[in-house]
Every structure is written in C-alpha cells, then in structure tokens.
T-cell receptor, first 115, second 114 residues
C-alpha cells in the first residue's frame, strides 16, 4: 500500500544534540512538507520541497534543516539551535498539481521530547 | 492574510448525538476548504472538501457546506459514534497555491461517550 512512513515514533533529544527525523513516501509525490504540532494548536509549516534538490523555508524554519536528495525521502534535522523542540512532528506530501482539490497525505508523526 | 477560526473544544457528546463543529475563515477570493481528522497518535487524513461556493463535501456521514456569504464551512454529523472521537481541523487553500501552505485552524477535540 502506498503511503508515508515516519520514524521513529518517539525520539528523545539531549541538550546540545542534533536529531534527525525520517520521512519516506512511496506515493510518487513531488512535494513534501514538515509541520510542527503543539498541543491545542494548529499545524505550523517548517520546511517544504516541491522537487528533488530544492526546498524552501516555511513559517518556523529557525533551528531546523532538511535535505531532498531523493524524491522519496525528506529527512528533518532538529538542531541544537532549536531551543524548544518538544512537539509532534508531521511529514506530508502532495501531488503538486495546484488544482483546487489538491490534498495533503500525512504520516503518523514523530513525538520528540527533550531529556 | 488568511486565517481559519474553529469553535473551541473540547466537545463531549453521547453516542448518537448530533454534531456541529463551527469553522469560519478569512481569505481573499475563493479558496478551497477542507476538513481533516486526526485520530489519537496518528497523522491527519482528509475527511471532506469543497472547492467552490455552495458545494457540499460529504464522507462517512459527515457533511460541510461552503458558505461564501457567511465565510463558513461548519462540520456536521447526524449521529456520532464512539469511533468518531478525534481532533478535527478545518483548513483552506487557494488555487495554484502549494498544498502544503494550507492554513489550518487550531483543531477541535471531539470525545464521544457510549
């Protein structure tokens, strides 16, 4: 079955440590996205990529980095510069048609916590 | 800029009760409107959508009508089940705008008790 796989489901970060969240999709989608979700709040866009080897900052990119070396993969690194990293992180993808009905497909998320 | 406002939760209902979750938006032009649902410990999944005024989106007994005159897209279900317990997000996106740049509401948590 096609879908988006995020791993790990739970991740713990120590002070000063960088951690990387994995996101893989087999939907053949061009566009991929990373969101941060805090309790009781909506989704905030961290980074997005519309095509391989290209990505753009979203609304809250500071303290995060990404790469898009393959169409299927869009890993997110939470760096030590991100001072409040505890959150639920969601990866998503879309066909990038620009059409009115274009929708997002989401992974199951990674819960990141600080030790 | 664009914004989406959802009714505050949490909402607690008994099984078979009628559900309404209010959603209003602020945007220029004619955005597409979406409802996504998030079950515990999972990502979001599309529940229904409407792409132009007066369109009604429907799925799994849920319905929402795109009301341009009131800038609303309220979610309704006639008889909720325990399995409907989840967080519901209203969202909007303009045509030719990257889907990932959708504007989301803060979510409304629904708990249905047997």
């Amino acid at each position: 079955d096609g879908g988006i796989t995020q791993s790990p489901k739970y991740l713990f970060r120590k002070e000063g440590q960088n951690v990387t969240l994995s996101c893989e999709q087999n939907l053949n989608h061009d566009a991929m996205y990373w969101y941060r979700q805090d309790p009781g709040q909506g989704l905030r866009l961290i980074y997005y990529s519309q095509i391989v080897n290209d990505f753009q900052k979203g609304d809250i990119a500071e303290g995060y980095s990404v790469s898009r070396e393959k169409k299927e993969s869009f890993p997110l690194t939470v760096t030590s510069a991100q001072k409040n990293p505890t959150a639920f992180y969601l990866c998503a993808s879309s066909i990038r048609s620009g059409g009115a009905g274009e929708k997002l497909f989401f992974g199951s998320g990674t819960q990141l916590s600080v030790l | 800029g664009n914004s989406v406002t959802q009714m505050e939760g949490p909402v607690t209902l008994s099984e078979e009760a009628f559900l309404t979750i209010n959603c209003t938006y602020t945007a220029t032009g004619y955005p597409s409107l979406f409802w996504y649902v998030q079950y515990p410990g999972e990502g979001l999944q599309l529940l229904l959508k409407a792409t132009k005024a007066d369109d009604k989106g429907s799925n799994k007994g849920f319905e929402a009508t795109y009301r341009k005159e009131t800038t609303s897209f309220h979610l309704e279900k006639g008889s909720v089940q325990v399995s409907d317990s989840a967080v519901y997000f209203c969202a909007l996106r303009h045509l030719n705008t990257n889907a990932g740049k959708s504007t989301f509401g803060d979510g409304t948590t629904l708990t249905v008790k047997p």
